[in-house]
């Protein structure tokens, strides 16, 4: 046996161990929100940007982290990410204000903007496109998903203990940990031949400032007003530019995404997919966590603690139901059926909440809700993945997660507007649930409807998928 395969297991545990990282920060702020609020002085409608300036630095970004991880080494930038990731913590928690707060979210996001392709592309080069990639992507999504149940959990201890600027804290010593483990279990980055091309810095440039300009449109949207400049002219800006990135690419001998990756129908439907499911489930989370709060007077280490269930079944879902469907049906009908049943959750989760209700009125929609998302989330980043070309993954990877972070931003405007949409037009608790429930139905909705993006799959039966694995299997002995 080769070093190399020696060291999968443990390479493949440092990777998601970095994939729990990085969905622990996702989850570990909601908890604390209300707390950062009142802390820092947020208002209602602003406190969204403590997630929101995470996902303009992160979405803006992706797609250069994207290029550097394929050009500059997948090592290198993997180590990179992390230590901007867990600088950007430890200025956070040290933020005296929501101008520094926001700051160090963004650059958490630049952060994660290279970590993330790093991660994805070491995996999908590291194993075999079939079986062995499916269970490093299980393995990987039940970190990730094993990491939001950790987030609310620890931010409601550590918020209810010692404050909220310990959910920042905390992360540091995370991040250093797979940091300085990288360089014996990773293996070095290549030298780059002349045959490599460029680096095609004008298309980078443009996509990072058009993105970034989507994103903060989005989420200024609903705060400012759409007719404002934050509003509607950045959201006019930013696709102006990603237009003129696609017409700039075309033109360019070396482009920052190559064309024919937008041409592969695996990698463009899992984006749609992607992109439906985290505005779903972005919107779900805020949702979950404001009424057990604001509606239900839960502090923050009871609101941890109820978000245990949701996602110890997302975690059981991503790792045994999620590639035992691909095995059985093929990606296609396993990517339907996890939104299906995630939407379904979403929904009912929405319909159980009352002024007067409990945990136990929205139990039933939690465990819907878990089992669905922990199995969508490994069948797209498979379908993302396949037939991609080792050197185009990191890229690949990051249109994906380019998808995932829009997504995550749009569910959040959209959904934070309309429960905020009927605040005052009667008894507080009232309101707020009532604009919470009607946010839910459309977050599961969206889901629902999202399931029907999976029928752009080609067809492949999973006997196909197990072929073409042995076969690439013994090819490589």
């Known amino acids: ?44 409608q602003s406190l969204q940007w ?66 993330t392709p790093a991660t994805l592309s070491l995996i999908n080069t590291g194993f075999a496109e079939g079986p062995d990639r499916v269970r490093a992507l299980s393995v990987w999504s039940a970190a990730g998903s094993g990491g939001l149940a950790a987030g609310a959990l620890l931010g409601g201890v550590l918020t209810q203990a010692g404050g909220w600027r310990w959910v920042l804290f905390v992360m540091v010593p995370l991040a250093l940990v797979p940091l300085l ?20 810095l004008l298309g980078a440039a443009i996509a990072t400032i058009g993105s970034s300009l989507l994103v903060f449109g989005l989420v200024s949207g609903p705060e400012v007003g759409w ?5 509607a002219g950045a959201l006019a800006a930013g696709v102006l530019l990603l237009i003129a990135f696609v017409v700039v690419e075309r033109r360019t001998r070396d482009p920052l995404v190559p064309p024919r990756l937008l041409g592969k129908r695996s990698l463009a439907t899992a984006m749609a997919v992607i992109l439906v499911f985290q505005s779903a489930l972005g919107g779900a989370y805020y949702i979950f966590t404001t009424y057990l709060q604001n509606g239900l007077g839960y502090n923050a280490l009871e609101a941890g603690l109820a978000f245990v269930p949701v996602t110890v079944l997302s975690v059981v879902a991503g790792l045994k139901l ?17 939104m299906l049943v995630n939407g379904i959750g979403i929904a009912a989760l929405a319909t159980g909440m009352s002024a007067n209700g409990s945990l136990w009125g929205v139990l039933p ?22 037939g ?24 959040l405007a959209v959904l934070v507007a309309v429960a905020n949409a009927g605040l005052g037009a009667a008894p507080p608790v009232t309101a707020l649930v009532d604009g919470l429930r009607t946010s839910g139905w459309v977050a599961g909705g969206a889901a629902v409807l999202g399931a029907f993006l999976a029928f752009l799959l080609k067809r492949q039966p999973a006997a196909v998928q197990e072929t073409t694995a042995v076969r690439e299997e013994e090819t490589a002995r």
């Open 1 to 44: 046996m080769s070093p190399s395969r020696r060291r999968a297991g443990p390479r493949l545990a440092l990777l998601a161990f970095t994939q729990l990282i990085v969905a622990l920060d996702y989850n570990i702020v909601y908890v604390a929100l209300p707390d950062i609020g009142e802390g820092l002085g947020f208002t209602a």
């Open 50 to 115: 403590v997630v929101s300036a995470y996902a303009v630095g992160f979405g803006g970004f992706l797609l250069l982290g994207g290029r550097a991880v394929d050009r500059l080494g997948q090592r290198r930038m993997f180590m990179l990410g992390l230590a901007l990731f867990g600088l950007a913590c430890l200025a956070g928690g040290l933020a005296p204000n929501p101008a520094a707060l926001v700051a160090a979210r963004a650059v958490q996001g630049l952060g994660g903007a290279l970590l």
């Open 181 to 200: 483990a990288a360089p014996s279990l990773l293996d070095g980055d290549r030298a780059r031949g002349r045959d490599d091309g460029g680096f095609d």
């Open 227 to 231: 007719g404002t400049v934050r509003g």
């Open 322 to 338: 999620g590639p035992a469907l691909i095995g059985a049906w093929g990606v296609r009908p396993a990517l339907f059926a996890g």
């Open 365 to 386: 929609g939690i465990v819907v809700w878990g089992v669905g998302g922990g199995a969508t989330f490994t069948a797209m980043f498979v379908a993302a993945a396949s």
């Open 388 to 411: 991609v070309a080792p050197e185009e993954q990191g890229v690949a990877s990051a249109l994906a997660t380019t998808s995932q972070q829009l997504g995550g931003a749009v569910g």
